[in-house]
């Protein structure tokens, strides 16, 4: 009884903190059915709205071809992302090489590094290549990324070096090892990495809006800049078009999430 009776109050804090949570997620959907005026006013109920506010929507944008493209950039950077930075941070920490350590700092620094301040010569060397406005030039640049390289670095310190060794002797070559003996026992690693590369990549706006000229390629947090930079803005429409692009991210955390933590404490241990 005395224990329970401690216990209270963190349940009591992770309730509120709960309640904290799923709040903006609440408003986002209550406001997608109601009128602007209705968001301004704080409504917190849900309205009859919804498919008047996806018909304007509709009629604004082009929210069928924006989610579409959002999911090619996102599924393809996460894809090529995850064989590359799973190959080369598998790679660091297996083959041992001369300036191996050198290359991990500079890794460690282009962490530090960001974004925007490559962004100009990125976009020259797009336009050089004459790949602006493309998809591709969104995907290429998110397809190696320190921060991923490092966690699988991390996570492979945990793999037996010992199996490597043995299958080396059996006469497997490095490409099977990767594929038939390291691959299947980092899933968690693999899931954990999927969530964050899918959800940058879905969420990316700057880079999308630097290199995307054309409304015919716009993403959908492009879309939604889009709804609010008109002189009047309707918040229902807007609040829609967010809780359209929140739905794929919401849904992949999800399906991921066991191994998604799973994946997080290996890398960390």
Known sequence: MASRLRAVPKYAFLTVFAIFSIFPLYFMAVSATNTSQDVLDSRMLPGTQLFENFSKLSGLQDVGGAMWNSATVAVGTTILALIVCSIAGYGFEVFHSRGKDLVMAILLIAIMIPFAATMIPLFQVFAELGMVNSLAAVIIPAISTPFL???????????????????????????????????????????????????????????????LVNNDFQTMPMLISNLAAGYVTDYGVLMLAVLLASVPTMVVFMILQRSFAEGITGAIK
Not at 173 to 198: H, Q
């Open 149 to 211: 390289i490092l966690l699988f670095r991390q996570a492979s310190r945990s793999f037996p070096y010992e199996i490597i060794e043995a299958a080396r002797i059996d006469g497997v070559s490095e490409l099977g090892i990767f594929a038939r003996i390291y691959l299947p026992s980092m899933k968690s690693t693999y899931a954990a990495a999927a969530v964050i590369t899918f959800m940058t990549a879905w969420n990316n706006f700057l880079w999308p809006k630097v290199i």
